[in-house]
């Protein structure tokens, strides 16, 4: 059995079989998914499916795109939604420098609100860091006293090291399957066993032999068999210590 630790099925390429694909979920062997808000509009709408199927449990937050759009009282509106049962982390949140959809004293300051956030309410925290390495890493610095979860991770040995050793974790996607993965696959050498997550970030990132089609929490065994492959164990021990350890992130039981 499977956890889909990063989802996005509030993505419009969901809209027309939403209930169909997540119906076939747990008689597919994904037993748990973690659906991402990426915005206020994805967070309520990732409470809501975590109201509609017992097995989706969501995160909450301002991904760094939009921080643009956060308000003085975004911070407030936040906290409300992470009173929700279900309301696991606050993320996907972070720096993107990549497209600066947001000016980056903008996502910097937004940023540091949101871990403010969850240092308050006791929660994990899931990071977006997209060629803003070292502006990321000098914030999260400041709050040592958080778990957290670097996403989609294609970093090098020695930012994985820096993650490691802030006591971090580090979560794989479809990257590792690609031909040019060679970063994340030396990482998955280094790895401990109990700091690595699963997750499809779906739509996006499919796996090879799925490439260039939607993704979905239904190709994670072909994620975890890759990661077998380089660290020496079967896709069955992937699958069943990235449960555990993705229950253990999160707090859920």
């Known amino acids: 059995m499977y956890f889909d ?15 169909e694909l997540l119906g076939s979920m747990i008689g597919s062997g994904i037993s748990l998914i973690l659906n991402a808000g990426s915005s206020m509009r994805t967070s309520k709408f990732s409470l809501e ?52 959809f947001s000016p980056r004293d903008v996502q910097r300051m937004r940023f540091r609100e949101q871990l403010e956030l969850a240092r308050r309410l006791d929660k994990p925290v899931i990071i977006h860091e997209r060629e803003a390495l070292q502006d990321t890493l000098d914030i999260v610095r400041d709050y040592g006293d958080l778990t957290g979860v670097f996403h989609c991770f294609s970093g090098s040995r020695e930012t994985a090291k820096t993650v490691l050793d802030m006591g971090w974790y580090l979560s794989f996607t479809g990257i590792v399957t690609f031909k040019n993965a060679r970063r994340a696959l030396e990482v998955l050498e280094i790895m401990p066993a109990d700091r690595i997550m699963l997750e499809t970030d779906c ?11 939607r993704n979905s ?4 065994p072909y994620i975890a068999d890759k990661i077998g492959q380089v660290r020496g164990v079967s896709a069955e021990e992937v699958a069943a210590t990235t449960m555990e350890n993705g229950k253990r992130f999160f707090g859920i039981s």
Do not use: N, Q, W
């Open 217 to 220: 929490s239904l190709y994670l």
């Open 5 to 19: 630790t990063h989802a996005h099925y509030c993505d419009k390429r969901f809209k027309e079989d939403l209930d």
């Open 203 to 213: 739509p996006y990132m499919a796996p090879e032999p799925m490439r260039g089609k």
């Open 49 to 100: 499916l975590a109201d509609r199927y017992p097995f989706i449990y969501a995160s909450v937050g301002v991904h760094p795109h939009d921080a643009k759009s956060m308000t003085d009282d975004t911070v407030s509106e936040l906290e409300k939604l992470l009173s929700h049962p279900k309301a696991m982390a606050v993320g996907e949140i972070g720096l993107d420098y990549h497209y600066d």
